[in-house]
């Protein structure tokens, strides 16, 4: 595969870390009693490193896209990303919704369940929107895993969204946004690009769509990633998905604003 994205090169965390332990080892074979203190200091930067994969927005682990490049927010775009699906009920509101105000989204899907309702997917694509990478089983534990799980991770999905659509994903977003510094390489090799977000309304959790709604629009600028879910979405007490009481509201806004929705593709223009 050409990678024509980038060559992977560690952060500047990563070369301290592999740093520190050539220097722990050294100390370790001039002055092997000193064994417990060497370790401890193994223990703490370990626990730093979990620590930053705990993050999501964290860039100490690799290029991240929490806002859109600088050419985007000079133009006023931002994009709305949406993630956890295809949902057979959710999503053909979200896209109904979609087409009604003329916006253009970023579905990060769960190749499990585009599996599971491929003809949903393709309806994504062809109403103008985007389909990337979400994992193919969105596994809790996936910053858990090595290098090489992780890959089959990525790469299974990547075949799967690719199949079903025609097109191939050009992002990735871990689960939960979790990750390890094994990642970034695994990333690289699959020309991807790790895309977070600015803002999110945790529309997974609180079912009061005023909420949702205000932490949304408090980060509501030029450049803004902004993070809701079709799959696994609350829902108000009449039962309404948050994500459909939302976005209308989250639309109007953006239009008083004069800033305009773009999917990430499109914002790389």
């Known amino acids: 595969m050409s990678n024509q994205y980038r060559q992977w090169q560690p952060t500047l965390l990563i070369k301290a870390t592999a740093v520190l332990h050539v220097i722990v080892l050294l100390i370790w074979l001039v002055m092997p009693e000193k064994w417990p203190w060497l370790l401890a200091i193994i223990i703490a930067n370990h626990i730093l490193i979990t620590a930053i994969g705990l993050w999501p927005r964290s860039h100490a682990l690799g290029p991240n896209w929490t806002q859109l490049p600088p050419a985007a927010r000079i133009r006023n775009e931002i994009a709305l990303t949406i993630d956890d699906g295809p949902d057979p009920l959710v999503t053909p509101l979200v896209l109904d919704l979609l087409d009604h105000y003329g916006i253009k989204a970023t579905f990060f899907c769960i190749a499990e369940k585009a599996e599971l309702y491929p003809a949903l997917c393709r309806d994504i694509v062809q109403r103008g929107h985007n389909v990337e990478n979400h994992s193919q089983q969105h596994r809790h534990y996936f910053s858990l895993l090595g290098y090489t799980g992780i890959k089959n991770e990525i790469q299974k999905a990547q075949d799967t969204l690719t199949n079903i659509t025609g097109q191939r994903p050009l992002f990735f977003r871990a689960p939960a946004g979790l990750r390890n ?87 790389q223009m």
């Open 181 to 267: 510094p094994f990642l970034d390489p695994v990333l690289t090799h699959l020309e991807l690009k790790l895309a977070t977000w600015s803002v999110r309304g945790f529309d997974t959790r609180i079912n009061n769509a005023k909420r949702v709604e205000t932490k949304l629009l408090a980060g509501l600028k030029a450049g803004a990633i902004l993070l809701m879910h079709d799959g696994n979405a609350a829902r108000t007490s009449h039962g309404t998905p948050i994500i459909i009481d939302v976005l209308p509201n989250l639309f109007n806004a953006a239009k008083t604003h004069n800033l305009h929705f773009v999917t990430l593709r499109q914002a």
